[in-house]
């Protein structure tokens, strides 16, 4: 069965700084990997995707990802953070089953963003 | 869009008692999912819906559990016999018909909280 791991469960950044959020998974194929974040009393919101192709992927608000196959990782890049930033961010995995978006969601990561 | 709309977006009830949420998709979705969220976890896939068939179901989904989407459009889920395990945010997320995205568009989540 696949899993995502999200090894930090708390991280703090100075408004600014550059961010990276970890994300490793197992799943015996390719998969599907996608960034979402969650923002107190609202609704998880996709951040990114990767299907296939170009391993570097952008998404909104400014943040990327970057798919390494040989390290089963798909890590959360943004260059400067911003003090809206702050939220938690859940990495998922996914796999067609040619009709359902099924996803495994790891235990999440809570961003802080001190001023 | 007007987003994924859930209700109530809180719940407060004694262990034993009956609970129901409700689930409106976005309208142009045919494909419907609850997911289950407790402290400190990820989300977790509870069930999922095309149009108002029940494809998948969890084996989270104890027989306590039904979930249903009559005609297709909004979606209940109801808890029988409450017990305070059952305590959670009870997301519902929707999906665009056609090939895969992946994309899911999730609902505010209706909190849970089982005395």
């Known amino acids: 069965a696949q899993s995502v791991t999200q090894p930090d469960i708390h991280i703090t950044v100075s408004e600014g700084a550059s961010l990276e959020l970890r994300c490793n998974y197992s799943?015996?194929?390719?998969?599907?990997l996608f960034w979402y974040v969650q923002s107190p009393g609202q609704g998880l919101q996709l951040l990114l995707k990767y299907f296939s192709g170009d391993t570097l992927v952008q998404g909104i608000k400014g943040f990327e990802a970057e798919f390494k196959r040989s390290q089963s990782s798909f890590n959360l890049r943004k260059p400067s953070v911003h003090w809206s930033d702050a939220a938690e961010y859940f990495c998922a995995v996914g796999f067609n089953t040619g009709t359902a978006s099924k996803l495994t969601f790891g235990t999440g990561t809570r961003l802080q963003v001190t001023l | 869009d007007t987003g994924v709309s859930q209700d109530p977006r809180h719940k407060i009830t004694k262990r034993g008692q009956n609970v129901t949420f409700r689930c409106d998709p976005i309208?142009?979705?045919?494909?419907l999912y609850w997911y289950r969220q407790t402290l400190g976890q990820g989300p977790e896939f509870l069930t999922y819906f095309q149009n108002e068939a029940q494809l998948e179901k969890s084996r989270l989904l104890s027989d306590r559990f039904s979930a249903e989407r009559p005609k297709g459009s909004f979606s209940t889920l109801e808890i029988q016999r409450t017990e305070q395990g059952d305590s959670a945010m009870y997301l519902c997320?929707?999906?665009?018909?056609?090939?895969?995205?992946?994309?899911?568009?999730f609902g505010e989540g209706s909190r849970l909280t089982v005395l």
């Open positions: 799943y015996g194929a390719t998969p599907y």
């Open positions: 997320a929707s999906s665009r018909r056609g090939p895969y995205t992946g994309e899911l568009f």
């Open positions: 309208s142009e979705h045919n494909r």
